[in-house]
C-alpha cells in the first residue's frame, strides 16, 4: 500500500524550530512501517492554519489523491488536518470516492470501515463545539469586563499608556514608520519581517518579528483610516 503522511504546525515559529513538525514526522513513519505500507512521501505544512483546507500543503495532498497515487494518508493527530467538521467531512468524502483512507496515529483511528469514519466525525464534532463554548465565555467575560469599565484590550504597538492615557512611543512610531515605507514599496508582508530582522528591530516582547505580526499592524492601520 502506498501511504502519503501529512504535518502540520500553525506557527512560522514552530515551524522554523522544526520540533513539532519532526515529531509528527516520526509518529507518522512508525505508523507506515507497522502497517507494512510505503510511505511515498509527508508533506509538510510549515506556518498554516487548519481553519481552511486552502493551503499549499493541501492542495498539492488532494491532487495526488485525484491522480490516484496514494491509497492512504497518516497524520500524527487530527487537527493537524482541519478544525472544521465541515471540511472534514468535506475531505472524507472525497477520501471515500477515491478509495483513500485516512490514518490519524494520536487517536488511533482509520476510516477504513464505516465506525472508524463515524468515531472520527464524532470526535471532531466535539473538538469544534469546545471551541465555540471557549469562544462564547471569553465574548462574555469581556463584555462584563466592559460593563465594569475595565480595559480589555492591550495599548495598540506604537502607543504607550501613560498618566494621560494613551501615548505615542517614539521608538515603535518609527518602526510603524518602517513598515509603512516598506509596505508602499511593494514588499510582502513576509518581506518586510525579514527586513525588521535584519535590522535587529523587535516586537515589543523582544522576539523577532513573524509575517502575523506584520499582518496584524497591517490590518489594523487599515481599520483605523
Known amino acids: ?10 506557527t512560522e515559529r514552530q515551524a522554523d524550530r522544526g520540533i513539532s513538525l519532526e515529531a509528527q514526522s516520526e ?8 502497517q507494512g505500507a510505503e510511505l511515498v512521501e509527508t508533506i509538510v505544512e510549515g506556518g498554516e492554519s487548519a481553519k481552511t483546507l486552502n493551503r499549499p500543503g493541501m492542495t498539492k495532498l488532494l491532487a495526488l489523491i485525484k491522480k490516484g ?21 468535506e475531505l472524507l468524502e472525497r477520501f471515500e470516492r477515491r478509495g483513500v483512507a485516512l490514518v490519524s496515529v494520536n487517536e488511533s483511528l ?18 469544534q463545539w469546545e471551541r465555540e463554548a471557549i469562544g462564547e465565555r471569553t465574548r462574555d467575560a469581556l463584555r462584563h469586563k466592559r460593563a465594569n469599565g475595565e ?12 498618566a494621560d492615557g494613551r501615548q505615542p512611543d517614539a521608538g515603535e512610531q518609527a518602526v510603524l514608520d518602517e513598515i509603512r515605507t516598506l509596505r508602499q514599496n511593494g ?9 525588521l ?29
Open 197 to 225: 530582522n535584519r535590522k535587529a528591530l523587535r516586537t515589543r516582547r523582544g522576539s523577532p518579528w513573524r509575517l502575523e505580526d506584520v499582518a496584524r499592524i497591517v490590518r489594523q492601520a487599515a481599520e483605523s483610516r
Open 110 to 127: 482509520a476510516t477504513g470501515s464505516a465506525a472508524g469514519r463515524l468515531v472520527l466525525n464524532m470526535m471532531a464534532a466535539v473538538s
Open 69 to 89: 497515487k496514494v491509497q492512504a494518508v497518516i497524520v500524527a493527530k487530527l487537527d493537524r488536518r482541519t478544525r472544521s467538521v465541515k471540511d472534514l467531512c
Open 1 to 10: 500500500m502506498k501511504e502519503i503522511g501529512y504535518v502540520r504546525v500553525s
Open 27 to 34: 509518529k507518522i513513519r512508525a505508523m507506515a512501517l507497522v
Open 187 to 195: 514588499h510582502t508582508l513576509r518581506g518586510i519581517a525579514a527586513a
Open 151 to 162: 480595559r480589555v484590550s492591550n495599548i495598540r504597538f506604537g502607543y504607550r499608556l501613560g
